[in-house]
């Protein structure tokens, strides 16, 4: 299980490389991945002997989500840098152990066991696809460590799979619906929806139904497509019919695929099209070009400056996140949802810790009645906004931007606040 992913390039500045006897610093790495762990000059001397807190994070470094996965990290990096820049958490270091999941479900399990077994994490900040996600669910569950979910969005998550030891800092589809829905029957009361056929796109998808109807709606088809699919055609091609707009639910790679073939066959020019923010990420408007012009959708966070999204809090986030990015892209993409909820994930336990006065895993009860109910400020730990983390299923709600692309940029159409998008809680906690 080894981590090849340090080599690459666009890792050197998280990973000491070196041999321990050149004491070469550029950032932060993983002892038990076979580097030395130190913490970052100028304020390594400040922590003296104190012990680091080690969190875990397993991300797709490798395999389909890749791309998604190093931007993941890049939120991570920005958290753990800030938080030992002003002193640590209970003035103590955080040192981050980072593993590539493979974009598997069974590599997951493994290095989750691994981390919680041998590298002794004391809390857990990850998880990118929503089925890996699932799967590693037991591990947290059976080691009674806190698992903040810091991009999987599958519904059960939070409601049929919900546990004491899980948290969601951030949106999911049910909320997303609820902020969308009324614009979506505005554009046209008939859908066909597209999804991601595995875990999060079949939950996203019924919960856009159910919306859709709730608002006078009607959802005439649903089409699957499985992940990493290279050619959609044979599927899009037969989407045909009398209603009024295409709702896509798919994210990386295979949303640049959609949107491609979809313009090239004609659909997103004959019906309407919207759908989940995750296809039109900023990292992907250059490969979409303006054949994903028209595309309106819903997002926890968009890298404009608009209305209530011109803060100082959002553009020091930008500024240094854009920085992060150009190194692992040299042409410069533009930060996304992905760095931003690792980012305030991490800012979240971070807070939870302090005011649980947290020390390690005897004290992970500690730890969740805090994050239990926690009420999180707009400012440089959240720049999103305001959040509310629900002490009945450990889900966030947060402020949705409803926004379309023009010209390869976005432009927002609407901001929801938070007490808008509410869904009821459908938690019986079983840990």
């Known amino acids: 299980m080894t981590e090849k992913w340090k080599e690459e390039k666009w890792a050197e500045d998280i990973w000491y490389r070196g041999k321990t006897t050149r004491r070469r610093l ?19 001397a400040a922590f003296g002997a104190a012990k680091p807190y080690k969190i875990g994070s397993e991300q797709p470094l490798s395999g389909v989500a890749a791309d998604g996965g190093k931007t993941a990290v890049v939120g991570l990096q ?25 974009s598997s479900p069974a590599v997951a399990r493994q290095k989750t066991e691994k981390m919680v077994q041998q590298d002794q994490i004391d809390a857990h900040v990850g998880g990118f696809l929503s089925n890996i996600c699932l799967a590693c669910m037991p591990v947290w569950n059976q080691s009674k460590i806190v698992n ?35 614009l ?62 295409v709702f896509a639910i798919l994210f990386g790679k295979d949303g640049v695929t959609y949107g491609n073939q979809a313009y090239d066959l004609g659909l997103t020019r004959k019906y309407k099209s919207a ?20 595309f309106v959708a819903i997002n926890r966070y968009i890298p404009v400056f608009q209305g209530p999204l011109d803060t100082p809090y959002l553009h020091a986030f930008f500024d240094d996140a854009k920085a992060r990015l150009a190194k692992i892209d040299p042409s410069g993409p533009l930060p996304d949802r992905y760095v931003q909820s690792n980012y305030e994930a991490m ?17 992970t009860m500690k730890l969740i009645e805090a994050l239990e109910g926690l009420e999180m400020k707009e400012g440089y730990d959240f720049p ?22 023009k010209g390869g940029k976005f432009e927002l159409l609407d901001t929801v606040a938070k007490d808008k998008t509410i869904f009821p809680p459908a938690c019986t906690f079983t840990a």
């Open 184 to 245: 979506l029957t505005k554009m046209g009361k008939k859908w066909h929806i597209v999804y991601a056929d595995y875990s999060w796109g079949q939950s996203t998808r019924d919960a856009y139904a159910a919306e859709i109807k709730k608002n006078g709606g009607e959802v005439v088809g649903t089409t699957g497509i499985p992940l990493g699919t290279a050619d959609m055609t044979p599927f899009l091609s037969k989407i045909t019919g009398d209603f009024d707009g």
């Open 78 to 102: 920005m958290a753990a840098d800030r938080i030992n820049k002003n002193g640590g958490i209970n003035g103590r270091p955080v040192e981050l152990d980072i593993v590539d999941d493979a």
């Open 275 to 294: 759908g989940d923010g995750a296809i039109c990420e900023s990292v992907n408007l250059p490969a979409l070009g303006n054949k994903i012009d028209g």
């Open 347 to 363: 800012n979240a336990l971070k807070v939870a810790m302090e005011m649980s006065k947290f020390q390690g895993r005897s004290d």
């Open 26 to 44: 550029v950032g932060w790495g993983g002892g038990a991945l076979g580097a030395m762990m130190l913490v970052p000059a100028p304020w390594r």
């Open 148 to 182: 903040m979910i810091s991009v999987c969005l599958d519904t059960t998550l939070t409601t049929s799979a919900c546990n004491r030891y899980s948290f969601r800092v951030h949106d999911y589809a049910p909320a997303q619906a609820v902020a969308f829905g009324p």
């Open 384 to 405: 999103q906004g305001d959040k509310t983390l629900r002490k009945a299923d450990h889900q966030a709600f947060l402020r949705e931007f409803l926004y379309t692309v």
